[in-house]
T-cell receptor, first 109, second 115 residues
Framework: GQNIDQPTEMTATEGAIVQINCTYQ??????LFWYQQHAGEAPTFLSY??LDGLEEKGRFSSFLSRSKGYSYLLLKELQMKDSASYLC??????????WGAGTKLIIKP | GAGVSQSPSNKVTEKGKDVELRCDPI?????LYWYRQSLGQGLEFLIY????????KSGLPSDRFSAERTGGSVSTLTIQRTQQEDSAVYLC?????????????FGPGTRLTVL
């Protein structure tokens, strides 16, 4: 079967750095997406990786290793507004997005 | 201009009743998706429309669920004879549709509660 694994919850301190990991087993691979979802709101797009390596976008970076079936989202200089759930999703060989359950990130002052 | 919109934002219904959920995608987006998200769970794919092609209904959980998209724009998800396990947030997303890996833009969702 297809599976996306990510930690259920993480806690970090304002101003610090946090890394949210995602591992996947899917039938085929056509890219990996990270979305941010604030409580009660819709998911919003953060990043897309299809090639190995690190993609940096301001305070957020996303890394992919296709051989290891692994990605991480790195958030730097954490702000209170970064408290949200972070969803990892992989597009399989049928171009269907398979979603993880999300990682709830709690930022403490 | 505007993003994806969905209505109603909240719907409370009694078990056994039918409900209709509406999605207005971003203008010009040819691809439209419906997902379901239960509390603390990931998104569950329901159905996908792309232009005039036959929809991908592979995610619909039962024949009580159906969806249509009129004129390649607005979509309606219908749930017949609702059950308590249908309670969830129903999210609609749209994308340009020019490529399979287009970014999906989500609406605010409809929170369905079946009593």
């Amino acid at each position: 079967g297809q599976n996306i694994d990510q930690p259920t919850e993480m806690t970090a301190t304002e101003g610090a750095i946090v890394q949210i990991n995602c591992t996947y087993q899917t039938s085929g691979f056509n890219g990996l997406f990270w979305y941010q979802q604030h409580a009660g709101e819709a998911p919003t797009f953060l990043s897309y990786n299809v090639l190995d390596g690190l993609e940096e976008k301001g305070r957020f970076s996303s890394f992919l290793s296709r051989s290891k079936g692994y990605s991480y989202l790195l958030l730097k200089e954490l702000q209170m507004k970064d408290s949200a759930s972070y969803l990892c999703a992989v597009m399989d060989s049928n171009y269907q997005l398979i979603w993880g359950a999300g990682t709830k990130l709690i930022i403490k002052p | 201009g505007a993003g994806v919109s969905q209505s109603p934002s909240n719907k409370v219904t009694e078990k056994g009743k039918d409900v209709e959920l509406r999605c207005d995608p971003i203008s010009g987006h040819t691809a439209l998706y419906w997902y379901r998200q239960s509390l603390g769970q990931g998104l569950e794919f329901l159905i996908y429309f792309q232009g005039n092609s036959a929809p991908d209904k592979s995610g619909l959980p039962s024949d009580r669920f159906s969806a249509e998209r009129t004129g390649g724009s607005v979509s309606t998800l219908t749930i017949q004879r609702t059950q308590q396990e249908d309670s969830a947030v129903y999210l609609c997303a749209s994308s340009l549709g020019t490529g399979h890996t287009d970014t999906q833009y989500f609406g605010p969702g409809t929170r369905l509660t079946v009593l």
